[in-house]
């Protein structure tokens, strides 16, 4: 008989997916009046969120057969879940400041709790602890530049300071010293959730030590959302002089973060950190995209935050079945995967290739409009630059694919298999909406992608 515990886990996941569905839904077909950004942040939500959800009752199943009291904490961590998703959701569609910051803020407060509920729970603890001193500080730092954005806007009749359709009409009008003040402090404050270097040092142990559907939650969902806030930011003021500035520091942050990202990625043996260093590279290169700017580079921005919601979504979820069944992160402990557990080592196999941006990924077409861009807007040594470093990222995720799935299988186990068997199914649902959504209707991809473009540039991409 299903107890009062099990039940209650599976009922929110089902309610959690269908919520994401319906966001998706919701952001795909322009209900709501959602801004372009606002939609493409919603998709990605969407995508992680319903991939959390679902894989919910799968990786705490294991934990349910335990005492009332482990149970209890399964449950309240599932609706936390639920509630991260939601706050999330929110800060992804909403175009007032106030709003989003609540938002972030309830993320992080939450985040920590979800976080600290991982496996190993002295190192799930550090890394509560650490995501939630620098997130705090970050949103910190939102506040102030929210609180210095509507002091820009003293004495303009009329203007909302926290509303960003009433900024965007006054935007040249705002004072020009506590705007670069308060721009300042909003990239330090959503940068900071964004995971952008040097402030992303919460991001490898939070990723790494959280419950599986976080890492999956937090990599496709929290990150690509926070940064879209930035980007909100910048289009709303766009064409005020000192936006540039601040697209410059995006483009230097982005290519120090993946430099470091790429090199750490390499001979990486914990394989869920190797994971979440992967986000940090991607994250870079979305930062990079919107501090170049131009049409094109703000497509490919587009394309990259959606197809890495959804294939790293999967990636976490596929890599939770293969560490259930070894019981250790370690790339070595999970070598010969692909003999004892095809399934989900063929999901992983595929995200991994995915991610590597190996043709037809879309992140390959992502990355290399955002090189074509970076020739257009005559920064070659960026190109270059770039092209190196995804190289650098792409044999160090080729190393991770061989080790961890392809290796010589070192120790047999039977442990999870019912768990991978769930997981490999779920693993690839994210992937398999994104792209039967582009195939059926390719014309909302193509113009959600176009409708950044314009509502960041007010130009055509193409």
Known sequence: MMSVQRFAVIAVSVCGSLAAVL?????????????????????????????????????????????????????????????????????????????????????????????AAGDDRRDALEAAWKFAILCFAGVGFGLVGIGLLAASAKGIPGVVPTNLDSLALVAHRLDPRLLSLALAALLVGFGTKAGLFPLHWWLPDAHSQGPTPVSALMSGGLVATSLAVIVKVLATLQGVALVGAFQHVLIGSGVVGLFVASFSMIDQRDSKRFLAFSTAENVSVMAIAVGV??????????????????????????????????????????????????????????????????????????????????????????????????????????????????????????????????????????????????????????????????????????
């Open 23 to 115: 966001l998706g839904i919701a952001a795909a077909a322009d209900f709501g009046g959602i801004d372009p950004v606002g939609r493409i942040a919603a998709l990605g939500v969407a995508l992680a969120w319903f991939g959390a959800s679902a894989a919910g009752p799968a990786y705490y199943a294991r934990h349910l057969g335990e005492d009332t009291s482990e149970q209890r904490r399964i449950v309240r961590l599932t609706v936390l879940t639920q509630v991260f998703s939601v706050a999330l959701a929110v800060a992804a569609v909403s175009r007032n400041l106030a709003v989003t910051w609540v938002s972030l803020e309830t993320t992080t407060i939450v985040g920590a709790f979800l976080v």
């Open 293 to 462: 700017g131009t049409p094109l580079a703000l497509a490919a921005f587009a394309v990259h935050l959606l197809a890495h919601a959804a294939i790293k979504t999967s990636a976490f979820l596929s890599l939770g079945a293969l560490v259930a069944c070894r019981g250790s992160r370690d790339t070595d402990r999970l070598a010969g995967a692909i003999g004892r557990m095809p399934g989900a080592t063929s999901v992983l196999l595929v995200s991994i290739a995915a991610l590597a941006a190996f043709p037809p990924s879309p992140l390959f077409v992502s990355e290399v409009l955002l090189v074509f861009a970076a020739f257009g807007a005559h920064m070659p040594w960026l190109a270059l630059a770039v092209t190196g470093l995804l190289t650098v990222a792409f044999v160090a995720t080729a190393q991770f694919a061989v080790t961890a799935c392809l290796g010589a299988d070192k120790a047999r186990s039977a442990k999870g298999q019912r768990l991978a068997r769930l997981y490999t199914a779920v693993s690839l649902a994210p992937i398999a909406l994104a792209v039967g959504v582009t195939l059926l209707r390719p014309d909302w991809v193509l113009a959600l992608v176009r409708g950044v473009a314009i509502a960041t540039t007010g130009r055509m991409p193409w």
